[in-house]
């Protein structure tokens, strides 16, 4: 097996090893390293470095199935473990699933501390757009709007990070900007973000949006409902996505998506630290 970078010269074979949002190439803020075997890609790990907390989550582990077992994935973490020491990273972090067959136990032989999250909690896109809680508020003009962080201002930008520094480690730089949905109210005052969601979401396999965020700058519950059903009737407007799963969030917002429609429990969530000092 052989040990190499990826980059844009090739990237489009190991693409198919990478999961989650990433970039169209290695930045500032990601590395990636590759595993070949018979002059074929099989392994491939992806790191993201947060510059403001210096932790460093890998985002993406993944070999194809007839060549686990043979170290591949051990040798990208271990690549993407030296960068990050090199970029004098305190912390090297890393989420799974109890549906992530042999991560668990790859991390545990990798040296992470595991620490259990909780059970996230999946809601079919159809039961939620049925709900006659749903429906009422959709029938209401609450004046909403869903974009992307990317596509606001500066001064609402920074304003949002300034807020964010209350919720680390989750931080808010140019990196992420457009991976972040803003759900807003459309009157609100130009650097006034009390009336505002914002969800960190993306998509998995392409059969569900997955919610790993969420933070609502408003004690105004009508208002996060608002913001909220006009985030899901934009996941609804995907005829590829059939669920959205959240993972444990804050329990107040827990038990208001809960009161929407009924769940079923998810999977288990948990998350490995590596010291790196």
Same mark, same amino acid.
């Given at each position: 097996?052989?040990?190499?970078?990826?980059? +844009?010269?090739?990237?489009?074979?190991?693409?198919?090893?990478?999961?989650?949002?990433?970039?169209?190439?290695?930045?500032?803020?990601?590395?990636?390293?590759?595993?070949?075997?018979? &002059?074929?890609?099989?392994?491939?790990?992806?790191?993201?470095?947060?510059?403001?907390?210096?932790?460093?989550?890998?985002?993406?582990?993944?070999?194809?199935?007839? #060549?686990? %077992?043979?170290?591949?994935?051990?040798?990208?973490?271990?690549? =993407?473990?030296? !960068? !990050?020491?090199?970029?004098?990273?305190?912390?090297?972090?890393?989420?799974?699933?109890?549906?992530?067959?042999?991560?668990?136990?790859?991390? #545990? !032989?990798?040296?992470?501390?595991?620490?259990?999250?909780?059970?996230?909690?999946?809601?079919?896109?159809?039961?939620?757009?049925? *709900?006659?809680?749903?429906?009422?508020? =959709?029938? /209401?003009?609450?004046?909403?709007?869903?974009?992307?962080?990317?596509?606001?201002?500066?001064?609402?930008?920074?304003?949002?990070?300034? /807020?964010?520094?209350?919720?680390?480690?989750?931080?808010?730089?140019?990196?992420?900007?457009?991976? =972040?949905?803003?759900?807003?109210? +459309?009157?609100?005052? $130009?650097?006034?973000?009390? /009336?505002?969601?914002?969800?960190?979401?993306?998509?998995?396999?392409?059969?569900?949006? *997955?919610?790993?965020?969420?933070? !609502?700058? $408003?004690?105004?519950?009508?208002?996060?409902?608002?913001?909220?059903?006009?985030?899901?009737?934009?996941?609804?407007?995907?005829?590829?996505? /059939?669920?959205?799963?959240? =993972?444990?969030?804050?329990?107040?917002?827990?038990?208001?998506?809960?009161?929407?429609?009924? #769940?079923?429990? %998810?999977?288990?969530?948990? #998350? &490995?630290?590596?010291?790196?000092?």
């Amino acid at each position: 097996m052989e040990l190499t970078g990826i980059d +844009n010269t090739n990237r489009e074979y190991f693409k198919p090893l990478m999961f989650g949002e990433h970039s169209d190439g290695p930045s500032a803020n990601i590395i990636e390293a590759g595993v070949i075997e018979g &002059g074929s890609p099989v392994s491939a790990a992806v790191l993201e470095v947060d510059w403001k907390t210096k932790n460093a989550i890998i985002t993406s582990v993944y070999t194809l199935e007839k #060549h686990r %077992g043979k170290g591949a994935a051990r040798m990208a973490v271990e690549a =993407l473990i030296k !960068a !990050a020491k090199a970029l004098k990273m305190n912390t090297l972090t890393c989420y799974g699933t109890s549906g992530m067959n042999g991560l668990y136990e790859f991390l #545990h !032989a990798m040296g992470f501390d595991l620490f259990l999250d909780g059970d996230e909690e999946v809601y079919s896109v159809s039961d939620l757009m049925s *709900s006659e809680r749903v429906k009422r508020f =959709l029938t /209401k003009d609450y004046n909403t709007d869903v974009s992307k962080l990317g596509e606001l201002n500066e001064p609402q930008k920074d304003d949002i990070r300034k /807020k964010l520094d209350t919720y680390p480690p989750i931080g808010i730089d140019e990196s992420t900007d457009n991976e =972040l949905s803003m759900a807003v109210m +459309n009157e609100m005052v $130009t650097t006034d973000l009390t /009336k505002a969601v914002l969800i960190t979401s993306r998509e998995e396999e392409d059969v569900s949006a *997955s919610v790993d965020f969420v933070a !609502a700058f $408003t004690s105004n519950l009508m208002d996060v409902a608002a913001l909220f059903v006009k985030f899901f009737k934009g996941v609804s407007e995907n005829p590829d996505l /059939k669920t959205i799963s959240f =993972l444990p969030v804050n329990p107040q917002i827990e038990q208001f998506i809960g009161s929407m429609a009924y #769940h079923t429990k %998810g999977q288990s969530v948990y #998350h &490995g630290v590596l010291q790196l000092k």
